[in-house]
């Protein structure tokens, strides 16, 4: 498929986003105390919300942007503890005990969800759908037929198969019957309202930079107000504090790419995702009136692709071709997920030290499930409950096999980025940028990075991540800044859209080349 046949849409646009009444909300102007300070309002903070403010509590919801405006608006949505090959792998790391409560833990999750659907009438598109994991090459078999045998010493129903519903040839496959799917935003959206009718409260364009810890730990935003809690839950995706707890080497971050496509041939449910190298994963969608199909796939990590962002979408585009043929794709979109050394979400206290500061991250592209579970495991400690599945998250826990061997390889790659950046520089004026891109170019011996707007206008950052101080690489199909070592990402105007940085990218005067005047973005 040539360039100019491509059905893409030009603008990155989640689909999920699209014809939501979403409430608004102030931002916070005054400090305010409450019992409960939640950071981030996606799907775990918004769960916690409503768990606590049922239980009594005085909750106070911050979030940076619009509320659901982070990876639970861009992801693929599939409620199930199908979650790839991973049942297998955590027998042999962290042990059977702990490979079935993480099956349970996301079985309750799906059961919650479900239930909470079902008490508050909520309209949310949700569906049951059997969950598939096929092999398409020999050594994505074995690994199938191991995650098969760890089904069975898990008591998990599931059915080892050889062919799929969908027109896909496969080496083998195995299902997980009875679970689900549903439109994220719809169900978090009355969620939300649930929270304000218990007395909770919202704050959007918050955003928290600093905690002061202590008895009652004081969570600090960008225009020097003050929320003072008993406890305060981390629900940022990535923890805007991380104390002492180092997750920003214990983490590493993947971006996914997504299409909705109406397909030519018929799609008959079911949702799947492969064990090959190249992940593809499918799942059915109403849009419009019309019965779609996500595509997803294609990841890597972040700011290290090795091709033009837009080459991944045309990846799954071309995949699509060719198993259903393609009519249209109204909407493409990606998201990032964090993944834990051993590939467990850390929930729980921050710090073995910092008990009333918490944190839940590193959901491995499977949120819908963990986020939910962690706000539960969020919520007994914060109501002093025993929680059968708080040991099994801790963020303190510590398994020699994979941890250790995956700490050395990912540090190690920061270490990579970091001097490959520095050393690797690409040559290119603004003049020579066709509209509506970016590149890295040098001006007086410096890296910086340049954007065109459609109408000619130029943007100019410092291409210096303001976390550790790597450098950051041109996303063209986002029009970001990412930056390689840990996920953060910046707007082409340099403003951060995802941590760990805090700071913006400095900007600068393109129009004052002979005079560079940098603009620090309120810093």
């Known amino acids: 498929m040539t360039t ?58 911050i979030e940076a942007d619009d509320i659901l405006n982070g990876t639970t608006g861009h992801t693929t949505a599939k409620i199930t503890a199908q979650h790839g090959v991973i049942y297998d792998e955590l027998i042999t790391h962290t042990g059977k005990n ?8 996301n079985k309750n999750a799906l059961a919650f969800i479900t239930d909470t659907i079902n008490e508050l009438g909520i309209n949310c598109d949700y569906s049951k759908q059997d969950a598939y994991i096929y092999a398409t090459t020999a050594l994505a078999k074995d690994k199938i037929a191991k995650e098969a045998k760890a089904y069975k010493k898990l008591n998990i129903p599931g059915t080892e198969i050889d062919e ?19 439109h994220p935003l719809k169900y978090a959206n009355e969620l939300i309202n649930e929270v304000i009718r218990l007395g909770g409260t919202v704050y959007e364009q918050t955003t928290a930079v600093n905690v002061e810890t202590g008895e009652k730990p004081t969570v600090l935003t960008r225009n020097n107000c003050r929320i003072q809690a008993d406890y305060i839950l981390q629900c940022t995706h990535f923890p805007f504090y991380e104390g002492l707890g180092l997750y920003s080497t214990r983490m590493y971050a993947e971006r996914s790419y997504v299409l909705a496509a109406k397909t030519k041939e018929p799609y008959p449910g079911g949702m799947y995702i492969s064990t090959d ?22 990841a890597h990590k972040t700011g290290q ?9 045309k990846m799954l585009e071309t995949f699509g071709e060719q198993t259903f043929g393609i009519e249209s794709i109204p909407y493409r979109w990606s998201a990032q997920d964090l993944t834990s050394l051993d590939k467990l979400p ?35 400690m914060v109501m002093k409950r025993k929680n059968t599945f708080s040991q099994m998250y801790t963020p303190s826990r510590f398994h020699a096999t994979p941890s250790i061997k ?20 690409i040559r290119k004026d603004a003049d020579d940028l066709a509209p509506d891109t970016g590149a890295v170019t040098m001006i007086d011996g410096q890296r910086k990075g340049i954007y065109k707007n459609g109408d000619g206008e130029v943007f100019l950052v410092d291409t210096t991540c303001t976390h550790v101080g790597c450098e950051v690489s041109w996303n063209q199909a986002e029009k970001t800044w990412d930056c390689p070592c840990h996920g953060s990402r910046f707007s082409y105007t340099g403003e951060v859209i995802e941590g760990p940085a805090e700071k ?12 560079l005047t940098s603009e620090d973005s309120g810093y």
């Open 4 to 61: 100019n046949q491509t059905k893409l849409p030009k603008e990155s646009v989640s689909y999920w986003r699209k014809n939501i009444d979403f409430p608004t909300f102030s931002s916070l102007q005054e400090d305010i105390q409450a019992d409960v300070s939640i950071i981030g309002a996606g799907l775990t903070g918004i769960t916690a919300a409503y768990l606590l403010a049922k239980e009594g509590k005085k909750v106070a919801l």
């Open 98 to 105: 702990n490979a079935r409560l993480y099956y349970e833990a």
């Open 164 to 182: 799929l519903p969908i027109p896909i040839t496969i080496k083998n496959g195995l299902v997980m019957p009875d679970q689900a799917q549903f």
């Open 277 to 298: 190298e190249d992940t593809r994963s499918l799942r059915p969608v109403r849009i419009d009136g019309e019965d779609m199909v996500l595509i997803v796939g294609a």
């Open 305 to 313: 692709g090795k091709k033009d962002t837009m080459d991944y979408y």
């Open 346 to 380: 850390y929930v729980g206290p921050l710090t073995s030290e910092q008990s009333n500061i918490m944190v839940a991250t590193g959901y491995r592209k499977w949120g819908m499930t963990n986020s939910t579970a962690a706000a539960h495991v969020l919520t007994d």
């Open 406 to 425: 995956t700490f050395l390889k990912e540090n190690g790659n920061v270490a990579a980025q970091l001097i490959k950046g520095k050393l690797g520089t």
């Open 504 to 515: 913006p990218l400095k900007r600068y005067d393109y129009t004052m080349l002979d005079n």
